[in-house]
């Protein structure tokens, strides 16, 4: 596609329950993060993809944050037994090979609200 | 971890004013990115300059990587420029996640 997508924009769910967060990168993109931002602050980092494979999830929170990335394109970022301060804006971007002096794209991000 | 710091924190403007951005890293980078994040949440990017000066447009960034910090002018700034602006950096060695500043809320009135 022309830009990074995310699936849904939106997500509102009870304390509790499991949701998962789609994400579909620039195609040929080989590298894949995830980041969160919470209100009023800048995103921080969760968790980057090279091809299938997490090589970086030091940014996860804790074990109910979990993402996979089968076949090295679409990654989906999935939260167990959510908690009210999960709440935040999901933010996922790619770029070309994950070189370090690579630009990073945004996608628009899924605003996720646990009740 | 490296520490990005952004100021000021809070700008508000009249349209066709300039204005400078500044952002301080604490340690060597290998990557530096401008952000602009619109009313609607997504992140634009703006500049990719771990180093030198670019222009494009109104917009110019310099980055002085030997003293550790960049700016962002903006000028003859209209509405559509508010929003907050976020200075991310990949530390020296680090991995390759970006590091954001806290970011500069910006208004601009007609």
């Known amino acids: 596609g022309a830009g990074v997508s995310q699936t849904p924009s939106n997500k509102v769910t009870e304390k509790g329950k499991y949701v998962e967060l789609r994400c579909d990168p620039i195609s040929g993109h080989t590298a894949l993060y995830w980041y969160r931002q919470s209100l009023g602050q800048g995103p921080e980092f969760l968790i980057y993809f090279q091809g299938t494979g997490a090589a970086d999830d030091s940014g996860l929170p804790n074990d109910r944050f979990f993402a996979v990335r089968p076949e090295g394109s679409v990654s989906t970022l999935k939260i167990q037994r959510t908690e009210r301060g999960d709440s935040a804006v999901y933010l996922c971007a790619s770029s070309l090979t994950g070189g370090l002096r690579e630009t990073q794209y945004f996608g628009p991000g899924t605003r996720l609200l646990v009740l | 971890g490296i520490q990005v710091e952004q100021s000021p924190p809070d700008l508000i403007l009249q349209e066709g004013a300039n204005s400078t951005l500044r952002c301080n890293f604490s340690d060597s980078v290998n990557n530096l990115q401008w952000f602009h994040q619109n009313p609607w949440g997504q992140l634009i990017n703006l500049f990719y300059i771990p180093s030198g000066t670019k222009q494009n447009g109104r917009l110019s960034a310099t980055t002085v990587a030997t003293e550790r910090y960049s700016l962002l002018y903006i000028s003859s700034s209209q509405t559509t420029d508010s929003g907050v602006y976020f200075c991310?950096?990949?530390?020296?060695?680090?991995?390759?996640?970006?590091?954001f500043g806290g970011g500069t809320r910006l208004m601009v009135k007609p």
């Open positions: 991310a950096v990949i530390a020296g060695n680090a991995g390759n996640m970006l590091t």
